[in-house]
Each structure stands twice: as C-alpha cells, then as structure tokens.
C-alpha cells in the first residue's frame, strides 16, 4: 500500500480498521481534554474498561464469602488459573497443560533455570543476547554463582557486530554450534526491549538441540505481540510478563510455558503445594507429586486480585486472535515508519530507526536513535501528550500497539515531532 502523511489518508484506515472498536475498550490518560498519544504499551499497556469488572468480583466474592470463595466464589479461587489454559495457549502457541500463570517474570525464569540449568563439569555454558534486560542480566549472574560458577566463563553473550544495532541469525547459530557439548542452556528474548529486533526462536531452538542443550525464552516483549509456536518449534521453557502488550497492570502476574516432553520428566524444582496434584492438594501430604504439565511448577497458591486483569485481558485477546492484530500491528508500525522518514525528509533531521526495516525481524516497535536533538526533543514530546520513554544514551522507544492505537495518532505524532525538531533547532 501506497501510505501518504495526511490527516485524510490516517483517518481513511482508521475506518477500515477491523479493531477500531477496542481504542474504545481502553482508558486513555488525558491531555489537555485530549486522549494521549500513547507508545509505552510495551512497558505499561493502557486499562481496558472491563478490567474493573473482574477485579470487583473477586472484591464481591470475597466480601461476602471470605473463605468459601475458594470453592463457591462466582468463579472460583482454588483452580481459578485454569481458565487461562485455554486462552493463553492459544497466544503463545502451547497446549493448554503446557502454559501456567504464577508469580512475577524474573522469578518464574529463575524458576524454571532451576530446572533447566543443570550445570555439569563439562557443559555449563549460557549463551544470551548482548544487553539483555538488566533483570535478565542479573538472575544469569546469579544463578551461576549460586552454582560455584564465575559468570565471565560461563555467560556467553552475543554481540552486534560493531557499527551495527542488530544481532545476526548467523552469528547466534554460529556462536551455538562453536560452544558446542560446553553448552548447558540458551536463554534469549523473544523481541529485544531496546531494539525492539525479533529472534529466530525456531531456528536458535533447533541449533541449540542439535548441540545438546535446553533452550528458553524470555517473551517480555513479544508475548501478545508476536506470533509464538512454542510447541511446535520444541522451545523447552518460557516465560513472560502480563503487563506489557497484555495489559494486565502494573507488576502483575507472568506467564510459563513448559514443552509437555518434560512434563513427566524428574527434573529437579522448587515446589511448593499449589504444584501437587491437584485431586490430593489438600490432603496435605508429605511427598510431592507434581501435577504434569506446566501447572507442576505453581509454588504457591494463586494471587487471585493479580489474575483477573490478566483473565480480562486473555479473554480480550481470545476474541480477537493473534492474526487480526499481528495484520494491524505491521500495517501500523509500517506506517509509523513512513511518518519518521517523511518528516526526516521535511526537516532534514538526523535520526535513525535502529530496528530492523525488514518486517519479519520486528513486531511493534521502533526504536529511534536521536543523534543531535536527544532529550529535550523527548521532552518536548512528553509535554505535548505524547507518552513514548527515553532509553540511555540517546533512543526513544515507540510502540503503536495494535489494539488500541490509532492511524490518526501516528499522523498526529509526526506532526508533533516536527514541531518538536523545528523549535529544537
Ligand atoms: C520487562 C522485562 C522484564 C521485567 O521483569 P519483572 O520480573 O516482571 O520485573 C524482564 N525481562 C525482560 C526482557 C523485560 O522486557
């Protein structure tokens, strides 16, 4: 499609967006009476209006049942996370037993290393991304400490090649087959936060395989974004928060998924009761019997006021379907990327995209790297309504997310920014 940077020809796809109706479904902070433009879905999604009505039932159900409502609540508590099964497999690309909700991301990915990182004398290696998220950065450390190990041996990272923003396919999958029968575990993002670049996870989970080791998936970013085939691509471990691109508020539950060819398997856990079988679980007895299936790796039992915005959320998202977004999400970051370079021609700025132009290697994202204006033009943005963040030394990361974003904001958008350029000047 031919796009144009008119007021006209944005408004002209909002009306042909089939997902128009959820903007609607969303609560925007204000500006000046006006809804934001809002890019930080990838760091905090908006609210949906329904949201409130699934955390009001559980307020309601545990006014006025109090215990009871783990059995007679309206829907109840003690296998309220079943109801994601069906749902979230379905966005992750997983079989219902292979998905779980519990906990927060870091820990459940330092969970599941538990598992999945069994250092040995001979193979011990991580391989993982140049600048992973910090949190990701920090549980590697520590997790090879914990194991008597010095993290500048064992941690692998794989770097850009210099003068380049992205990380090469060629260059992971080598770097896999280099380290070899020393690798224990590849653990890499699905999207990379700051770049916004998609992984290959089919390919990185194959080599891996082939060299004898276990593969996961941070999917932060790319859990609701992109297209996920878990089983399919054999990926053994994953995890992912729900407040980014699902929209389930601030700090709340995360989601894992575990390949069922390890659901009867005696790897080693941290377990805890909610993960015992689920007939006998109040039995309360000694030895643990693990449910099979991801559900084996609840600890505890289930923070309840956490799940239903997540519940809200997954349902939003069943309704839909990855397809329908994923069709909108590269039609909008597409046009966003037109807007940058129209009015890069208008203004004759300097700012790069540093995410990768090729359509299959990002999802909703673009990462601009400001070469002179820096700052204070993020600034500028920020007091013109637009909610985009900033990212050292000099990137303003923005995410036209599908399901609430309009065309017209993206034309909107570069008008701002042209302004913003022309009064920085
Ligand atoms: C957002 C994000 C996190 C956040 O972890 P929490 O445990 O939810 O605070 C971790 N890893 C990546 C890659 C992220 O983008």
Redesign the pocket.
């Known amino acids: 499609m031919t796009f144009q940077n008119t007021l006209e020809f944005a408004q002209q796809l909002d009306a042909q967006d089939e997902l128009k109706n959820y903007r609607k479904e969303f609560i925007f902070p204000q500006h000046d009476g006006n809804d934001v433009i809002y890019f930080t879905g990838n760091s905090l999604g908006l609210q949906p209006s329904r949201t409130k009505k699934h955390v009001d039932e559980v307020m309601n159900d545990w006014a006025n049942l109090a215990v009871e409502g783990h059995f007679y609540a309206e829907k109840p508590w003690w296998d309220y996370h079943e109801r994601f099964a069906n749902p979230l497999s379905k966005i992750v690309g997983a079989l219902p037993t292979e998905v779980s909700v519990m906990n ?4 459940n990915l330092h969970l599941l290393m538990v598992s999945f990182y069994r250092p040995t004398e001979k193979r011990f290696k991580i391989i993982c991304e140049e600048k992973a ?1 910090p ?2 950065q920090y549980m590697f450390q520590s997790q090879v400490t914990h194991h008597g190990l010095d993290p500048k041996e064992t941690i692998i990272e794989i770097k850009r090649r210099e003068g380049e923003h992205n990380i090469r396919l060629e260059d992971i999958l080598a770097k896999i087959e280099e380290v070899g029968d020393e690798l224990a575990l590849v653990l890499f ?1 699905g999207v990379n ?1 700051y770049t916004g670049q998609v992984f290959d996870m089919k390919s990185i989970t194959e080599a891996g395989h082939k060299v004898g080791a276990m593969v996961g998936f ?1 999917l ?2 790319a859990a609701g974004n992109i297209k996920l085939e878990l089983h399919d691509w054999n990926v053994d471990f994953a995890a992912w ?1 729900s407040y ?1 691109y699902m929209n389930s508020g601030p700090g709340n539950a ?1 989601g894992c998924f575990v390949h069922e060819r390890h659901h009867h398997s005696n790897l080693p856990r941290f377990a805890g009761w909610w993960g015992h079988n689920k007939e006998r679980r109040f039995k309360m007895e000694p030895t643990f019997d693990p449910v099979h299936g991801a559900d084996g790796w609840q600890v505890s039992n289930l923070p309840i006021l956490s799940l239903a915005p997540y519940l809200a959320s997954v349902e939003m998202f069943d309704e839909i379907g990855m397809d329908k977004l994923i069709t909108k999400r590269n039609q909008i970051t597409s046009y966003l990327e037109f807007i940058l370079h129209e009015i890069d021609k208008e203004v004759n700025s300097t700012f790069e995209i540093i995410t990768p132009s090729e359509p299959s290697e990002r999802a909703c994202q673009l990462s601009v790297f400001l070469h002179g204006e820096g700052r204070s033009l993020f600034d500028y943005l920020m007091k013109s309504g637009v909610i985009t963040d900033w990212r050292e030394p000099n990137v303003i990361r923005l995410a036209p997310v599908p399901l609430y974003s309009s065309y017209e904001d993206m034309y909107k958008f570069g008008q701002i920014l042209k302004n913003g350029i022309l009064t920085n000047q």
């Not at 927060?104 to 820990?107: N, S």
């Open positions: 927060t991301l870091t820990i998220f949190s990701d993002g936060y941070d932060a970013h928060c980014k995360s």
